[in-house]
């Protein structure tokens, strides 16, 4: 049985399955699904508990399958963690960890947590048996998007608010671009808030006198703010991959795969193909498919043709070569790059798109 983390507190109210197993990437909600877990196994007697971290592919797996069928020493029932940071239990974890789904008694519950699990993970034997016979619980980063609603229900939870309407959705909106991709310190920002103030309603001043700027980006979802042509957004991201010591090569090869990609598409409608088709011939999809099927159909072939020249002129600014009209600064450089990216997603047409 598979479970979003927002469901979870649903399900441990109605009763406790087996085995628990927690994966996903962001530790603040990843930490907090495996203490609601060990609340309510504490609440429901399972006293005594032993805790297994998986070490590399020579972990000795027997003495988690004799805990499991051991008699507990101090309490009728106990609570066994098993921690696989490297979310890959080898061979010999897979095999036991599908007999240890199969026979763990009613009498022991079971915390399994792992990191963030690709499609073949998912989809492995292991996997499929811990699922099986108890609950997953996939944990989720919260989007940019998500994250004022996200902010403004945990201050609801610590007895604060910001005013009704449009400020207070500038006060939630400075908020989640000081702490975006940091859900850690977005969590401390929270406490220091109720800290300093008392409960009921804060302003934007209280927040912007109190709230530091901890936001980390990660550079694939910089494409996301480019292409939805949002130059605030992505300006403030790329000083924020700057200042943490980003390679400027990985940025340029993101946004220029992104350059490509919209060429690549432009050319396939240009022959012809259906929006979906070329779509998908281009390898776009997810977040980025809705983007470019916005953009593509209004770019013209010239436009796409400047984009691709551009990309190939950032690439060697950013590998140290010079050119005439260009900023010798990588991240200059990548700066221009990424807003000639973001004016044709907007579709502006007060600048013209040109290389030199």
Known sequence: MQLRAEGLAAHLSKGLARIYTVHGDEPL????????????????????????????????????????????????????????????????????????????????????TLPRLDKTQLSSAWFMALDGHGVSVRVEPVERRLLPAWLAQRLKAQGQSVPEGEDGQRALAFFA?????????????????????????????????????????????????????????????????????????????????????????????????????????????GAKERLVERIAPRLDSAQAGVLVQAAQVCDGLVKGLRHPDWPSDPWAALRRFALMLAETASGKTGTVLTVR
């Open 177 to 285: 671009d000081r702490v975006e991709g940091n859900l850690l310190a977005a969590h401390q920002e929270l406490q220091k808030l109720a800290l300093l103030h008392p409960k009921g309603e804060l302003t934007l001043a209280d927040i912007e006198a109190a709230v530091l700027d901890v936001a980390r980006f990660d550079v694939f979802k910089l494409s996301e703010a480019v292409l939805a042509g949002n130059v605030p957004r992505l300006l403030r991201m790329l000083d924020g991959l700057e200042a943490e010591g980003e390679a400027a090569v990985l940025v340029h090869w993101n946004l220029a795969e992104d350059a490509r990609a919209l060429a690549r598409v432009r050319a396939a409608l240009d022959a012809g193909k259906p929006l979906p088709l070329a779509l998908r011939e281009a390898r776009v999809w």
């Open 29 to 112: 909600l990843a930490q907090e699904a495996a203490d609601q877990i060990r609340a309510a196994a504490r609440a429901q007697g399972f006293g005594e508990r032993q805790i297994f971290t998986v070490a590399g592919a020579y972990f000795d797996w027997a003495p988690v399958l004799a805990a499991a069928q051991a008699m507990s020493l101090f309490a009728e029932r106990q609570f066994i963690e098993i921690r696989i940071p490297g979310g890959k239990p080898g061979k010999d974890g897979s095999e036991a960890l599908q007999r240890y789904a199969e026979a763990a008694p009613d009498d022991v519950l079971t915390l399994v």
